[in-house]
DNA sequence: TCAAGATACGTAATCGATTAAGCATAGTTT
DNA sequence: AAACTATGCTTAATCGATTACGTATCTTGA
């Protein structure tokens, strides 16, 4: 590997010069300068990053938390997105990615040791637990962090618009003449509570009544909870005339429940996802439901924390939120008139 | 941070003695050790993996190079699912996980130069252009490398037996009673050439004669482009009686054009997918589709690169060919009788 | 002409960890 | 008692890059 000695014998000068030379500083002569540029080109010289980080106490290096208890990690659409989105904007802005992960090797580490070994300059946390203790001491530590889609004091983080997106939805039903509207949820986070509590505000707000037992329990990316749950909205003496899933995926369950019971789609029921993920769009019935701006997410998420380790004075905690879109399919009935 | 030279302050003994007794080297006695390990675990030291791998020219850092030539990247399926077995097989050796790319921030750099800047012990390269002179240039490097679905001379690689895949699916419906199958194909790559070299010989080799409108071009990942070559299969006169598809995502269009035109599956059409993702099992009806153990090939994969880099003299290059299974669903009718 | 300042470069310490080589001390051997 | 060995620890160099500080040379102005 060539290093910086190599350069600096080969030029004639020191090592000193030879590291301010290629880093711009103002006390080298432009000739030396010139000729010091041309031969690192020449004989091919890359920086180590290593000794670099070692140096400077700063890596480039961006640690990714992505870790779901339901297991499906990355194969989570919504997730994998989020994820090549901020890759891309990291990479974009001179940073690395790196995963970080508890356990590494004979290591038991946690996260905040584990970012502190690898020198991570920061972190973006995804799609854990956040009440587990290891992520809590990795925010509440001096290490920049950015959570997605939970808010933590004093730290930034990016949420979708689960308010916006559940309200949107519920007009958009509202508008087609849907006043028996269930709402089958996820598992309890801090989203699934943000869309209840939207979903409840916005109905009333609508003058609707939605009797308790329209809003049925049950898993996100989990299609067999989401058909138990159709199930039991089917068998009520007042049925609904429409349906909202966790996800869609999830509802392809429903989907399949309903089928199953002769229900057609749109036409019997009305039904709508959430996402807005590819498979949404070429199902068919092409899906109802409201696209979360993953690429936005990312790369808000990367940007934000390039600012916070980049100017750690100037960068005040803020909550970013992304704001999706209706995607207008062909699963709920116009049912006025 | 607390150092070893912290430690070293703290035990009254020299900085060497206490890299040796972390790292249990014999020639320290044993009073001193236990002394040093427990000042270690109540200072809360960290080992500095960055000054452990300037010294040592070891980073413990896996590359990753994912790129996709139809920028779905890491959303598909397949490769999230790789990349997550990955991760797990990779940390549990020790290993971390860092994505490689070209081009970071201002410095423009190839695929080799950017592993060699992070100093990535090893690189797992999956879903790129393996004709491109980056990724050819890292293959021909000294740094160990592994591939995945591409065989590279003198490297190891983990390869989806794709031969055996669409071996097991043609023998499949030729069993159901099937005779005129047809096989909707992705873009040119060494994938779809062995499945399609498998498809013919395994026609050959039951008797089956296949007219080569029967085989249509498409792409990977796209209902679109299945749902077009649909069309022109049923235009035929002698259309087949089973279509298989180049994936689970992308039989979707086919599906759907098979609905517009009133043709049901699987009592008109029977079709088949590819891959075996979650969505294969939950669609209804479940499709029947051979399905890739990317769990293995992924732990595959990180294993074998860490074999390569901790025994380079005993590691040969080798493929290894990861089986998957078929899965028989509901979209491929028996036709005997 | 000479001191002050500017210019251009070098010296050496530093980041944290590792390790070859060296050196006491105590114990063993002949 | 002299020579040798084993044990246990230290010294100092090293990995590659950065930078505060020092210094030599040249310019400039009075």
Do not use: W
């Not at 004979?106 to 070994?117: P, R």
């Not at 949420?159 to 509202?174: K, Q, T």
């Not at 943000?194 to 939605?210: D, E, N, P, Q, Y």
């Amino acid at each position: 590997m060539i290093t910086i000695k190599d350069i600096s014998e080969r030029c004639g000068v020191s090592r000193a010069t030879v590291s301010k030379a290629l880093n711009g500083h103002t006390d080298i002569g432009a000739d030396t300068i010139a000729q010091i540029r041309r031969a690192a080109k020449e004989m091919g010289y890359l920086p180590n990053a290593t000794a670099r980080t070692l140096k400077l106490g700063r890596s480039h290096n961006i640690g990714v938390l992505f870790v779901d208890k339901t297991a499906c990690g990355l194969t989570h659409e919504y997730f994998s997105s989020i994820l090549d989105s901020l890759k891309v904007e990291a990479e974009r802005r001179g940073y690395d990615i790196t995963f970080i992960s508890k356990d590494i090797g004979e290591f038991s580490m946690d996260y905040y040791e584990h970012t502190k070994y690898r020198n991570c300059d920061g972190v973006i946390i995804a799609s854990v637990d956040f009440s587990d203790p290891a992520v809590i001491r990795l925010v509440s530590s001096e290490i920049p962090t950015v959570t997605l889609d939970f808010i933590f004091d004093n730290r930034t983080s990016v949420l979708s618009d689960n308010i916006g997106g559940m309200s949107a939805l519920v007009n958009y039903v509202y508008k087609m003449g849907h006043r028996r509207i269930a709402f089958i949820h996820g598992e309890d986070t801090s989203v699934t509570q943000k869309r209840l509590i939207s979903f409840h505000k916005t109905c009333a707000s609508l003058g609707i009544h939605v009797p308790e037992y329209y809003v049925q329990p049950a898993l996100y990316h989990d299609p067999k909870s989401s058909g138990l749950a159709t199930r039991e909205l089917l068998s009520l003496p007042d049925r609904p005339t429409c349906i909202l899933y966790p996800d869609d995926f999830s509802i392809i369950g429903g989907m399949n429940e309903l089928e199953r019971q002769g229900v057609s789609i749109p036409e019997d029921m009305s039904v709508a996802g959430y996402d807005g993920i590819l498979l949404s769009q070429v199902l068919h019935p092409r899906l109802t439901t409201y696209r979360q701006d993953t690429e936005a997410m990312g790369r808000e998420a990367a940007a934000k924390l390039v600012e916070a380790i980049e100017q750690p004075k100037t960068c005040l905690p803020q909550q970013i939120v992304v704001s999706g879109q209706l995607l207008e399919g062909d699963t709920v009935k116009d049912i006025n008139n």
